[in-house]
């Protein structure tokens, strides 16, 4: 029987994806999903919709899901015409608020109990909500010289999210699974909350979670402590317990097209004599070779009526612009831009949330790629001002041909935003590259949750396209296969895409944690 996984705090199910994908040589998956607990409305729609596709054999998946995702019948519908497949998903996927009022552990306890039906050796995985160890957002309290910063720190302190990890721990203290992986951002290495840092509470806690958790004894001498473990290289310190750092896995030293560094917790029951192996490094993958396959698009024109003609001639006003026909700007960067803006058409689309359109992309053709999707999911684009997209255009040019993504110094004075802290930005400088081009040759940046805010930090390298990342750009980057649909608002899909976990990682991860329980 394949190995059971809970997965909380799933979003849109990256983490069980990776571990769901995972098969043996006779092709039958090595993990199954049991139970995925979410509580954000679209990205439980997400979740349900992969446990849907994921109740059937991959070669049997019926051609009405292909029909769903190309926008010919309704989800309704789709899940009418198998109701049987739709019920299992349904209990698989549990839309809940772990640690509400409105979730209590009985209800918790019991869809667990249900789920693992008696089996003793399965997995736990997770990640508890970041954005309150999130260092941009900390990074934005300078000081407490002021009655804001006082109350964005006072709030920030009394965050209930910092303590959300206590909610995993209960599950490991009552269930006690053999192995638990457990996934959150890199600021969490430095997060205090009222002065104690918060990572070395979370490590003491989940060693011994029975210190916390202590109605889950069940007597005085009952003990159980896990022994935590990074999945890459680290040197334990001379009591065997590993430095902070050492649990930061960087995703783009593994294969991953995006540099994104996050910690990840291995824990193995104490009892168990078994030791895990590490991830092994791979080639980079640069961003161009996972995303230059999908259809060229152009951005919308936000503000005023848009149309390709009225986009490509937007674009093209920059022609007359002094900053480039008074010499303000060196020559070679000048010739760039006359040069990029004779390619800009009107001939490109905008793309939507499904293109018949058959795209391979140059690296990992078979893990993204589905013969019976004939087109691409999610990759619409954004409309954006018309100052923006001058600021894109150059961004995307100057990357081109200085490989690298300019500063706000880099930007003429008459592309600055007008805003506030723009002055301070420069004078600062601090956060003085929030016009970011995603450069050929690399990996992308960590795509993050604000990317459903604006495009500014993901703008794509061609300026003849003059945007920033689709929904599946950003996918790409994660390594969602293409068959993986987003649902909700595109502003709802980015965030979904931003806060996962990129599956071909946690397949890697997987094979460790496969590894591990053949041993158990």
């Not at 996972?290 to 009225?310: C, F, H, M, N, Y």
């Not at 992309?361 to 087109?375: H, I, M, N």
Request: hydrophobic fraction near 35%; include cysteine; charge should be positive.
């Amino acid at each position: 029987m394949p190995i059971p996984i809970i997965d909380l705090f799933a979003g849109p199910g990256g983490l069980g994806e990776g571990f769901s994908s995972l098969t043996a040589e006779n092709n039958e998956p090595i993990f199954k999903i049991k139970l995925s607990i979410e509580m954000d409305e679209q990205a439980h729609r997400t979740l349900e919709l992969r446990a849907f596709f994921r109740q059937f054999p991959r070669q049997n998946v019926p051609k009405d899901y292909y029909d769903y995702l190309a926008g010919r019948i309704s989800r309704s519908e789709l899940l009418g015409r198998h109701p049987d497949q739709a019920r299992q998903a349904a209990v698989e996927a549990w839309q809940a608020e772990l640690g509400a009022t409105s979730t209590p552990d009985d209800e918790v306890d019991g869809r667990i109990r249900t789920a693992l039906d008696g089996q003793t050796n399965w997995v736990l995985i997770g990640g508890p909500p970041c954005q309150a160890y999130s260092l941009v957002g900390r990074s934005r309290m300078s000081s407490a010289d002021s009655k804001k910063d006082k109350e964005r720190k006072e709030k920030h302190e009394n965050d209930h999210r910092h303590f959300l990890y206590r909610e995993y721990l209960r599950i490991l203290a009552v269930y006690r699974p053999p192995v638990f992986v457990m996934e959150n951002v890199k600021g969490l290495l430095s997060a205090e909350v009222k002065k104690q840092r918060m990572f070395e509470r979370i490590l003491s806690d989940l060693a011994e979670p029975l210190s916390v958790i202590t109605e889950a004894r069940q007597s005085e001498q009952d003990v159980l402590t896990y022994h935590l473990m990074p999945v890459v290289k680290a040197l334990p310190d001379s009591l065997g317990k590993y430095l902070p750092e050492g649990f930061v896995v960087r995703a783009e030293e593994y294969g991953i097209p995006q540099a994104r560094h996050r910690v990840i917790i291995l824990g193995i029951r104490s009892d168990l004599v078994v030791r895990p192996r590490q991830l092994i490094t791979a080639p980079m993958v640069s961003i161009e070779q996972v995303i230059d396959d999908l259809p060229r698009l152009r951005s919308g024109l936000s503000k005023e009526q848009d149309s390709a003609k009225a986009w490509r001639d937007a674009i093209k006003a920059l022609a007359g612009a002094k900053w480039l026909t008074k010499g303000k700007t060196s020559s070679q960067l000048s010739k760039a831009i006359n040069g990029a803006l004779r390619d800009i058409g009107a001939s490109l689309g905008r793309g939507g949330e499904f293109l018949p359109n058959r795209t391979i992309p140059s690296q990992y053709a078979e893990w993204y790629g589905d013969p019976r999707l004939e087109g691409v999911c999610n990759h619409g684009t954004r409309a954006h001002i018309r100052t923006d997209l001058h600021r894109y255009f150059f961004a995307a040019v100057f990357a081109h041909l200085y490989k690298r993504s300019p500063l706000l110094g880099d930007l003429p004075k008459a592309l600055l935003p007008h805003h506030e802290n723009v002055k301070a930005a420069l004078e600062e400088n601090k956060f003085n590259d929030r016009f970011r081009v995603q450069l050929r040759g690399r990996p992308s940046t960590t795509v993050v949750s604000h990317i459903s805010k604006d495009g500014h930090y993901y703008i794509h390298y061609d300026p003849s396209q003059c945007r920033s990342l689709t929904v599946r750009e950003a996918a790409r980057l994660q390594t969602f296969p293409d068959n993986y649909f987003f649902e909700g608002p595109r502003t709802e899909q980015y965030k979904q895409v931003g806060n996962a976990v990129p599956p071909l990682l946690a397949r890697k991860i997987a094979e460790i944690v496969a590894e591990l329980i053949q041993q158990v």
